[in-house]
C-alpha cells in the first residue's frame, strides 16, 4: 500500500485534511496535484450518499473543475445535494482552502436496473494490458504505454505516439481504504500525462477532467487509454476509455491549457520527501 494524499486534523473549520508528500505537484513545490483534489472531492460526495442511505445508487458520472491552483495546504470539503429522486441523485462538492473555494465537484448517481432486450451497438475498444506483476516505476505508482515502445517508464514514452496509462490505487487518507470509486475518481486526473504527454516532457495543464462510469472498476488499479486529442491554440481536449484487467468501464474527458515555460519532466517527477 501506497501513502496517502491527506491525513485528518480538527481544526477552527471542523475536519482538515492535511496534505502529505503524495499529494505534490510537478507543476510546482507548493501545488497540489489534481489526483489529491479529485480524490478528496470523492471521497467527500461518497460519505455523504452513505449518510443519506442511498446505497441503492451508483455512481455514473464525475466533473471536476480545477479553477484555482490548488496549494499544499490544509483543506476542507463541502457537500450539497442539488437533486434527490428515485432513480438519481445530483450532487455538487467544493474544496477549500483559506476560505475560499479551489475546486469544485459534480457527482451523478443512477440506480441500476435491467438492461433491455433491444440489440444496440456499442464500443470495441480493446486497451492493452500491462504484463501480470509488472513493477510500477518507483514512486510514480504507475506504468507508461506508446504505441511505438509498449509497456515502461516515463523517459522511454517521451514521444508523439497515443498513450495508455496504468495507475495503482492511493488511499486519500491515512489509515482508510480505497474504494473503487475514489480510485477511479481519482486516478482520472492522469488522463491529462496520457493525452499531452510528448517529446518535450507535459506542456499542458487541465483545467477539468470528467469520468463516466457504466460500472465501477474492480481490483487495485485502473487505466486509461487514449482514443483522441484535439488542439489548437493552446487549447487540448483529451478523451480516453478507463478500463482494468476485465475490460472497459468507462470513458473519461478533459480539458487543457498550454504551459510550455513550466514543461513538467514526467520522468524525473517524485512526490516530495
Not at 487505466?223 to 493552446?234: M, Y
Request: glycine letters at 10%; proline letters at 7%.
Amino acid at each position: 500500500m501506497t501513502t496517502a494524499f491527506f491525513r485528518t486534523r480538527t481544526g477552527p473549520a471542523g475536519i482538515e485534511l492535511i496534505p502529505q508528500a503524495e499529494a505534490s505537484s510537478g507543476w510546482g513545490d507548493e501545488h497540489m496535484r489534481g489526483l489529491a483534489v479529485s480524490s478528496a472531492l470523492a471521497r467527500a460526495t461518497e460519505q455523504h450518499v452513505e449518510s443519506i442511505g442511498r446505497g441503492d445508487l451508483t455512481p455514473a458520472r464525475w466533473t471536476v473543475d480545477l479553477f484555482r491552483p490548488a496549494r499544499l495546504r490544509p483543506c476542507t470539503t463541502s457537500v450539497t445535494v442539488v437533486r434527490e429522486g428515485r432513480r438519481l441523485c445530483l450532487i455538487d462538492s467544493v474544496l477549500e482552502q483559506g476560505g475560499r473555494p479551489v475546486a469544485r465537484a459534480s457527482a451523478l448517481w443512477l440506480a441500476p436496473s435491467r438492461s433491455p432486450s433491444g440489440a444496440v451497438w456499442s464500443g470495441g475498444a480493446q486497451p492493452e494490458l500491462p504484463p501480470v506483476g509488472a513493477a510500477m516505476v518507483p514512486a510514480q505508482h504507475r506504468l507508461y504505454f506508446t504505441e511505438k515502445t509498449g509497456w515502461g517508464d516515463a523517459a522511454q514514452s517521451k514521444n508523439d505516439a497515443r498513450k495508455q496509462i496504468w495507475h495503482e490505487q492511493i488511499p486519500v487518507v491515512e489509515g482508510e481504504p480505497v474504494t473503487p470509486f475514489q480510485l477511479a475518481a481519482g486516478i482520472a486526473d492522469v488522463v491529462n500525462v496520457a493525452a499531452n504527454f510528448g517529446s518535450a516532457g507535459l506542456e499542458f495543464i487541465n483545467a477539468d477532467l470528467t469520468l463516466a462510469l457504466a460500472r465501477l472498476p474492480e481490483g487495485p488499479a485502473v487505466g486509461f487509454a487514449t482514443t483522441d486529442r484535439i488542439e489548437r491554440a493552446g487549447i487540448s481536449i483529451g478523451t480516453a476509455v478507463a478500463f482494468d484487467r476485465t475490460g472497459v468501464f468507462g470513458t473519461a474527458t478533459l480539458c487543457a491549457l498550454a504551459d510550455g515555460q513550466r514543461a513538467v519532466d514526467v520522468a524525473s517527477f517524485r512526490p516530495m520527501a
